[in-house]
């Protein structure tokens, strides 16, 4: 090193130090400690709000969980529709098997009286069922409407009178629902009954093989119970509907009996296969208890009881009707 390079060095070691600015050491440490803090508020504040998928998701899933619910129950109806169609066209093959016998007996003569009455029984059971088909053609038609309606694209933004509306076509698809399961169930009771001389079923149950699926025993409306899986296990508690055939008697001597009634639509099944849609409720008074049974009687034919008797002439104290005696 030469003595100028030296001379220079020298200088420069002698030079005072330079001074670090005021406060930089508290700037420096507030900086390090601010970073953890807000990270952790970040963590804090996310933590206070949760957004999870349900809420983001809920007003598209809550349409598409009914419209599949409606489809479920087109397609049980289908079913049963064509099983309905099924047993009429054996019906219709019996009736004619029965009236082909009766024609060629080896008596030679024409078909019997009982024969007779035998196969215009069969042809009015098939009529009737033919009705009973139509209504749930009926019914079918008006749960597509329905499923229609619900399906129809909806906003999280509903007003109160959306609202109000959408509950009360909601409702409305279950009380059909229910008068569609009393109406199958009244179908069940009569094909049982056909089978055991007229006589009313004992319980639900004996109609395991009438019922096409327990889940025709639960109302739509009933959230507390659970359809069985099989008849097995099957009890009471897997039924929405009152069974009040139980203490016997004839579908055929008595058409007003009550057999099965909703008692949360108030929908009741007669033993002449029909259904009243909301009587229970609407009109409890057409509800008649008699020797332990309970009967609909229509409001016609209680106005027709209590109407009394119109006065005859004979009754009359006073036949002259001038009041005046003097006149």
């Known amino acids: 090193m030469n003595t100028l390079e030296q001379e220079i060095e020298d200088s420069l070691r002698r030079a005072p130090a ?100 035998e196969i215009a029984r069969l042809q009015n059971l098939v009529k009737r069922l033919a009705g009973e088909v139509a209504q749930l053609e009926q019914l079918r038609a008006e749960n597509e409407k329905l499923r229609a309606q619900v399906a129809a694209p909806a906003t999280s933004d509903l007003t109160p009178e959306e609202q109000t509306a959408f509950a009360e076509a909601r409702e409305k698809s279950a009380a059909v629902w ?21 006589l009313l079923p004992p319980d639900a149950r004996s109609m395991s093989n009438e019922i096409s699926a327990t889940v025709t025993l639960i109302c739509p409306s009933d959230t507390g119970r659970q359809a069985a899986t099989n008849w097995s296990a099957y009890s009471s508690a897997n039924c929405s509907y009152e069974y009040l055939g139980g203490s016997g008697g004839r579908d055929d001597e008595e ?73």
């Open 255 to 327: 058409p007003n009996r009550v057999l099965f009634r909703c008692p949360i639509h108030g929908s009741i099944c007669l033993a002449d296969a029909s259904v009243q849609m909301g009587v229970a409720k609407a009109h409890p008074e057409c509800l008649v208890q008699k020797d332990g049974k309970l009967y609909w009687q229509p409001p016609q034919a209680q106005s027709e009881e209590k109407a009394p008797p119109a006065p005859s002439q004979e009754s009359n104290p006073n036949p002259n009707p001038n009041p005046n005696p003097n006149r």
């Open 178 to 198: 229910c008068f569609r399961n009393l109406k199958q169930l009244a179908i069940s009771v009569k094909v049982w009954a056909q089978d055991y001389d007229h």
């Open 18 to 117: 330079p001074k670090a600015p005021a406060g930089l050491k508290d700037r420096l440490v507030a900086q390090v400690q601010l970073g953890p803090v807000r990270s952790r508020a970040q963590a804090s504040a996310q933590s206070l709000c949760p957004r999870s998928w349900l809420g983001r998701w809920w007003p598209a899933l809550a349409p598409a969980a009914v419209s599949l619910a409606c489809a479920m129950v087109v397609s049980v109806q289908q079913m049963e529709i064509r099983d309905l169609k099924q047993t009429i066209q054996s019906l219709s093959q019996s009736a004619a098997a029965a009236a082909e016998a009766t024609v060629h007996s080896p008596t030679g003569g024409g078909p019997s009286e009982t024969g007779q009455q």
